[in-house]
């Protein structure tokens, strides 16, 4: 059955997956800042929370949204990283992805937030990648400690939406609450503004 899923999906994957081979990440760009489209100047939440924006992308597009998430509500960001970089060729990318989520591999991350403790909400982006979320985030969310720490995740995709990645990684996050969750097409500039806009308002933070 997931094989199927698999098959009907590459379709799809392969079609936005040209886009993203297309923009070419390299080094230069994915070193640049995410560049938001307009989304409501920075309003810091009136209740005082400290906010992490943690996310990662391989070809830009989940960080153009948590750049977007970031800006809206003065948060911090912090860009998840692997030590060992995916293959350029997105052929090799979708084979080595797939091969760490079917064997639930969790690479080695570069960097880790300081002082996590400080966060009452974090944000978590991931790219949809084989319908679940990456690897690396499994990686960074296994470790800190979710206890009480309020969690809204973010999903970039190339057609599929939000698929099981809610799920699997709310499995991952024991003992915090959720907040309602979002997907956006992937788009290098970045989510619709008022669609975004509309999520972080029902948030209410
Ligand atoms: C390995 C891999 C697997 C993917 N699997 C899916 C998928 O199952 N469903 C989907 O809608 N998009 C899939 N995509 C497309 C990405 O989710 C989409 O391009 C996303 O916006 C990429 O985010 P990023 O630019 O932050 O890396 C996949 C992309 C890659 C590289």
């Not at 199927?4 to 990440?25: D, E, Q, R, T």
């Not at 966060?119 to 985030?137: E, L, Q």
């Not at 470790?143 to 995709?157: L, P, R």
């Not at 500039?189 to 975004?196: F, P, S, W």
Request: hydrophobic share 45%; aromatic share 10%; net charge neutral.
């Amino acid at each position: 059955m997931k094989k199927n899923i698999y098959a009907v999906i590459s379709g799809a994957v392969l079609l936005f997956g040209a886009a993203a081979c297309a923009k070419a990440p390299s080094v230069e760009e994915q070193a640049k800042e995410a560049a938001p489209s307009a989304v409501q100047a920075a309003q810091k939440p009136s209740s005082g929370k400290k906010i992490l924006v943690a996310y990662y992308s391989y070809s830009g597009n989940t960080k153009a949204v948590a750049g977007q998430i970031a800006q809206a509500l003065g948060a911090d960001l912090f860009e998840i990283n692997t030590v060992e970089p995916y293959p350029a060729s997105y052929g090799d990318l979708l084979d080595k992805a797939k091969q760490e989520i079917n064997s639930g591999t969790k690479p080695a991350l570069s960097a880790r937030v300081e002082n996590m403790a400080q966060y009452d909400v974090v944000f978590i982006g991931s790219p949809n990648w084989w319908g679940t979320i990456a690897p690396a985030v499994s990686s960074f969310v296994s470790q800190y400690d979710w206890q009480g720490k309020a969690v809204a995740g973010f999903v970039t995709h190339g057609g599929g939406g939000m698929q099981n990645c809610e799920r699997d990684l709310k499995n991952q996050l024991s003992g915090a609450t959720f907040l309602q969750w979002a997907a956006f097409p992937g788009r290098s500039l970045g989510a619709d503004a008022e669609d975004l806009q509309a999520w972080l308002n029902k948030l209410a933070l």
